[in-house]
């Protein structure tokens, strides 16, 4: 027999926590959900924004929101910090609507 209940919610992130407990293995796991649709939408607003011919000058350039659902699945896979990896990963076609500029990062 499983058990569910919503350990935490923040409206403003439209992040939802659920407390899953199996009582079959005696293990518990907390799943984090979020609803994205203002992020992307924010995103699309931001991309359609950008003068595609802005150049990549300099050190500083926006070009992705993360939802921090996501943000914190990757660094718990440490692949937040490998610079490669998120270089395919921003750049990769599933993951653009995150983008908030066009180009190659």
Same mark, same amino acid.
């Given at each position: 027999?499983?058990?569910?209940?919503?350990?935490?919610?923040?409206?403003?992130?439209?992040?939802?926590?659920?407390?899953?407990?199996?009582?079959?293995?005696?293990?518990?796991?907390?799943?984090?959900?979020?609803?994205?649709?203002?992020?992307?939408?924010?995103?699309?607003?931001?991309?359609?924004?950008?003068?595609?011919?802005?150049?990549?000058?300099?050190?500083?350039?926006?070009?992705?929101?993360?939802?921090?659902?996501?943000?914190?699945?990757?660094?718990?896979?440490?692949? =937040?910090?490998?610079?490669?990896?998120?270089?395919?990963? =921003?750049?990769?076609?599933?993951?653009?609507?995150?983008?908030?500029?066009?180009?190659?990062?």
């Amino acid at each position: 027999m499983s058990e569910s209940r919503i350990f935490d919610t923040n409206a403003d992130l439209g992040i939802t926590r659920t407390w899953h407990y199996d009582a079959e293995t005696d293990k518990a796991t907390i799943q984090t959900s979020q609803d994205v649709t203002a992020i992307v939408e924010a995103n699309k607003a931001d991309f359609n924004r950008v003068d595609e011919r802005a150049n990549w000058r300099g050190e500083w350039h926006h070009v992705a929101s993360i939802p921090e659902a996501v943000y914190y699945r990757l660094k718990s896979e440490g692949k =937040l910090d490998d610079d490669a990896y998120m270089k395919r990963w =921003l750049n990769d076609p599933d993951n653009r609507f995150f983008r908030t500029r066009p180009g190659q990062v």
